[in-house]
T-cell receptor, first 112, second 113 residues
Framework: AQSVTQPDIHITVSEGASLELRCNYS??????LFWYVQSPGQGLQLLLK??????LVQGIKGFEAEFKRSQSSFNLRKPSVHWSDAAEYFC??????????FGGGTRLMVKP | KAGVTQTPRYLIKTRGQQVTLSCSPI?????VSWYQQTPGQGLQFLFE???????NKGNFPGRFSGRQFSNSRSEMNVSTLELGDSALYLC????????????FGQGTRLTVV
């Protein structure tokens, strides 16, 4: 089964700075990859997804991610972080049906 | 349309008791999956139900069980509760294919004392 790894447990960035959250996935013929965000009291929300086509995908809230098969990566980026982006971010893969496998998560803190 | 509804939002149970959690998916979604979230283990898949049948199962003991009804509502049951079962239990509903988004409920916070 495919799995995902998030190397960074915590990341702190200044408001207005750029952001990149890392995600590595294990080998799979067709990766079904997602980024979800979890804010306190907000539940889990989908930011973007990739399963085929253009390797640069755009999501909500100004986020984008790039799928790089050569590096087995699916990193999440945002050019300018807002204080409201502080949350926990999960890289996720779908192995079958609605069976999601989550990375360990990266907690993002935003400095004013 | 209405989102995924989980009830109750909070529960406190005593070790050895059993508990039932409920999940109402988005209308039209036939797949419901359950996840356990703890600080130590993160988010882990419990099981998935599709059209009243368990389609996939995670690596949890038999004390964890679930079912799905004909209206796609799902319940999960944990018997003989242990302190380590304290967690946030999340339910997600989706349409059939792997490409589609899973919509999550707010979760049920279970505390076992």
């Amino acid at each position: 089964a495919q799995s995902v790894t998030q190397p960074d447990i915590h990341i702190t960035v200044s408001e207005g700075a750029s952001l990149e959250l890392r995600c590595n996935y294990s080998y799979g013929a067709t990766p079904y990859l997602f980024w979800y965000v979890q804010s306190p009291g907000q539940g889990l929300q989908l930011l973007l997804k990739y399963f085929s086509g253009d390797t640069l995908v755009q999501g909500i809230k100004g986020f984008e991610a790039e799928f790089k098969r050569s590096q087995s990566s699916f990193n999440l980026r945002k050019p300018s972080v807002h204080w409201s982006d502080a949350a926990e971010y999960f890289c996720v893969t779908n192995n079958a049906g609605n069976m999601l496998t989550f990375g360990g998560g990266t907690r993002l803190m935003v400095k004013p | 349309k209405a989102g995924v509804t989980q009830t109750p939002r909070y529960l406190i149970k005593t070790r050895g008791q059993q508990v039932t959690l409920s999940c109402s998916p988005i209308s039209g979604h036939r797949s419901v999956s359950w996840y356990q979230q703890t600080p130590g283990q993160g988010l882990q898949f419990l099981f998935e139900y599709f059209s009243e049948t368990q389609r996939n199962k995670g690596n949890f003991p038999g004390r964890f069980s679930g079912r799905q009804f004909s209206n796609s509502r799902s319940e999960m049951n944990v018997s003989t509760l242990e302190l380590g079962d304290s967690a946030l239990y999340l339910c997600a509903s989706s349409e059939v294919t792997r490409e589609t988004e899973a919509f999550f409920g707010q979760g049920t916070r279970l505390t076992v004392v």
